[in-house]
């Protein structure tokens, strides 16, 4: 069983930024892929983006493209969402993810096995 903590959200103003943080578990040899997704009130939980834990390309949804970056920390066990402009439309509780195989492709929750608690992001205009 992977666990998943994220933490770093919070409440910035329009074009400021911030970064957050997923902590996996020990028990991680059985991951295939890391996710960042997010959902705002009313609406479905939509992909930011994603990658293979062992490395390689990162994915990211068009809406967030050139402002956000994914990354993995030296530890191997974090990974992070730096998240540079932000917009008021990015408002959501923001939630870390986990998967355990190929399932054709990451930018859908059903591809995941394993979810963080989320953390909010608040953008004021």
């Known amino acids: 069983q992977v666990q998943l903590v994220e933490s770093g959200g919070g409440l910035v103003q329009a074009g400021g930024s911030l970064t957050l943080s997923c902590a996996a578990s020990?028990?991680?040899?059985?991951?295939?892929?890391m996710g960042w997704f997010r959902q705002a009130p009313g609406k479905e939980r939509e992909f930011v983006a994603a990658?293979?834990?062992?490395?390689?390309?990162?994915y990211y949804a068009d809406s967030v493209k050139g402002r956000f970056t994914f990354s993995r920390g030296i530890a191997k066990n974090t990974v992070y969402l730096q998240m540079n402009s932000l917009k008021p439309e990015d408002t959501a509780v923001y939630y870390c993810?986990?998967?355990?195989?190929?399932?054709?492709?990451?930018?859908?929750?059903?591809?995941?096995?394993?979810w963080g608690q989320g953390t909010q992001v608040t953008v004021s205009s």
């Open positions: 993810a986990a998967s355990r195989g190929y399932r054709g492709g990451y930018g859908y929750p059903q591809y995941y096995d394993y």
């Open positions: 020990e028990s991680t040899f059985n991951i295939y892929a």
């Open positions: 990658a293979k834990w062992t490395g390689g390309s990162t």
